[in-house]
């Protein structure tokens, strides 16, 4: 089974590759997963539970990242198995600069065995598709969510900074003149 897509992501290309390589993105991205460990820079375990047709898989597996080359793309390589059958499978993600953000390209390669491949191959590659489309969807709302997040906290620490900023020139403003009158007290 092959798929291929591509999401735009209203953020820089460096952003993007960072949280493409952060642990606790990745796991909330990824549909069903239970638990997401990093054990090498480049190695990860999970665990995760979907539906494919009539079947709840629960897959434990091992992911691999290679062919790094920052910030612009890289290749996730992968496997599970589950009581209901195995899946393994690899995937290259590239990232180019695209008008106000960065266009995140992905192909699939994957395969399927054991029960769930008794489901029939068209039922797989839409569940597959879909998760994909859950996985990038969920990718691209949790990296910009926090981008605003981000500029909300920087936006406000400046207003901040500004009411500051103003309150410290009328406490100089009050000082200076407190110290006028108590000059004119003792000249006077």
């Given amino acids: 089974m092959k798929l291929s897509g591509s999401y735009q992501i209203n953020l820089e290309k460096q952003k993007v590759w960072e949280a493409l390589n952060n642990p606790d993105i990745l796991q909330k991205s990824i549909p069903g997963c239970e638990e997401f460990k990093k054990i090498s820079d480049t190695e990860f375990s999970a665990k995760a539970t979907n539906k494919i047709g009539p ?62 491949a008794q489901v029939g191959s068209r039922l797989i590659d839409m569940t597959a598709k879909k998760m994909a489309d859950v996985f990038f969807g969920k990718f691209s709302e949790l990296i910009s969510s926090k981008q605003e997040q981000n500029q909300d906290i920087e936006n406000k620490a400046d207003q901040k900074l500004r009411k500051s900023g103003a309150s410290n020139k009328t406490y100089i403003f009050i000082s200076v003149i407190i110290i006028i009158l108590i000059l004119l007290y003792f000249f006077n």
């Fill in 55 to 116: 079947f709840n898989a629960s897959f434990t597996g091992s992911i691999e990242l290679k062919d790094l080359n920052p910030p612009h793309s890289y290749k996730i390589t992968g496997s599970g198995d589950s009581p209901v059958g195995f899946a393994n499978g690899e995937a290259t993600v590239t990232l180019e600069e695209f008008e106000t953000g960065t266009k995140l390209n992905y192909v699939v390669e994957a395969n399927v065995g054991g029960k769930i």
